[in-house]
């Protein structure tokens, strides 16, 4: 997991048109935050047990226990996230 690229540029995420019926995730589907996801750096989520790497692309970190929606997915392996509650805001 830690061969991600270290900056991921907007323009590089791939949009994921099929993530909703590739990962069954309805509507909105949330996942705890399991370890800490700073900006541009790689954390962990749990999602319908599994872990998950994940990242969020705002300046933001997201503490460990914090619930997250599921935004889209990067690869195989690393789901994009924002926050829904318990966010720390980076100047």
């Known amino acids: 997991m830690f061969w991600l690229q270290r900056n991921l540029d907007k323009s590089t995420v791939r949009r994921n048109s099929s993530l909703?019926?590739?990962?069954?995730?309805?509507?909105?589907?949330?996942?705890?935050?399991?370890?800490?996801?700073?900006?541009?750096?790689?954390?962990?989520?749990?999602?319908?047990?599994?872990?998950?790497?994940?990242?969020?692309?705002?300046?933001i970190s997201i503490q460990p226990d914090a619930l997250v929606e599921i935004c889209d997915r990067v690869n195989a392996t690393t789901l994009l996230v924002k926050p829904i509650a318990n966010l720390t805001h980076i100047d």
């Open 20 to 59: 909703h019926q590739s990962l069954n995730i309805a509507d909105v589907e949330t996942a705890t935050v399991t370890r800490l996801i700073l900006p541009d750096r790689v954390g962990q989520v749990s999602f319908k047990g599994s872990w998950w790497s994940a990242r969020c692309l705002d300046p």
